[in-house]
């Protein structure tokens, strides 16, 4: 089965500071879609980011920005310049075509980093 | 802005009961998803559709069925409640099946079952 892996289940950072949150996945497809969402506490959760797996050039956001290695299954996410705000947890996202039923929009999570942020 | 409600943000019955989760999205969006977060378990995926009147099973649908009668309305009925369905779910929508396309979530339902 695809898995999506988020190996640190909590993450602290210093306001101002950067923090990376780590997220690598299994596939045999080549075409796929990866996306960070943000998930403040009893908010809503939002998308913060997304990478296509043939654009070579990492996404970025703002101050946030993904560092995307394909040959090994690695997604992370820099946050800079941290904010109170940014405290939420986070979801690391595959979508794949058709082996792994992405082509009907599904998407598979990893289990979440929660990030808090000290002032 | 893409709105997904959900009828309630909190809930709680009873071990037996038929529950309704109702879930609406305002823009006219293809896929629809039902998903339960637990803590250390992230998201599962417990059903989808992908038209009206269209469903398929996710990762865990036993104890679940969904309804969708019309394209915005997306529900999720737990025939017989139990404890262990005592959980935060939540409803996503998409536009369509592109791969690119992001899914825009509700606020979610804290779900009790005493």
């Known amino acids: 089965a695809q898995t999506v892996t988020q190996s640190q289940p909590e993450m602290s950072v210093q306001e101002a500071e950067t923090v990376t949150l780590s997220c690598t996945y299994d596939?045999?497809?080549?075409?796929?879609?990866l996306f960070w969402y943000k998930q403040p506490p009893s908010r809503q959760m939002i998308l913060v980011i997304r990478?296509?797996?043939?654009?070579?050039q990492n996404a970025t956001e703002n101050r946030f920005s993904v560092n995307f290695q394909k040959a090994a299954k690695s997604f992370s996410l820099k946050i800079s310049d941290s904010q109170l705000g940014d405290a939420a947890m986070y979801f690391c996202?595959?979508?794949?075509?058709?082996?792994?039923?992405?082509?009907?929009?599904?998407?598979?999570f990893g289990k979440g980093t929660k990030l808090s942020v000290k002032p | 802005d893409v709105k997904v409600t959900q009828s309630s943000r909190y809930l709680v019955k009873r071990t037996g009961e038929k529950v309704f989760l109702e879930c609406v999205q305002d823009?006219?969006?293809?896929?629809m998803f039902w998903y339960r977060q637990d803590p250390g378990l992230g998201l599962r995926l417990i059903y989808f559709?992908?038209?009206?009147?269209?469903?398929e099973k996710g990762d865990i649908p036993e104890g679940y069925s969904v309804s969708r009668e019309k394209k915005e309305r997306f529900s999720l009925i737990l025939e017989s409640a139990s404890t262990n369905q005592t959980s935060m779910y939540l409803c996503?929508?998409?536009?369509?099946?592109?791969?690119?396309?992001?899914?825009?979530f509700g606020d979610g339902t804290r779900l009790s079952i005493l």
């Open positions: 996503a929508s998409s536009l369509d099946r592109g791969l690119n396309q992001p899914q825009h």
């Open positions: 596939t045999s497809e080549s075409d796929y879609y």
């Open positions: 990478q296509e797996a043939y654009k070579q």
């Open positions: 996202a595959y979508r794949g075509g058709w082996i792994y039923g992405g082509s009907q929009g599904n998407l598979i």
């Open positions: 823009m006219d969006h293809e896929n």
């Open positions: 559709s992908y038209d009206v009147k269209m469903k």
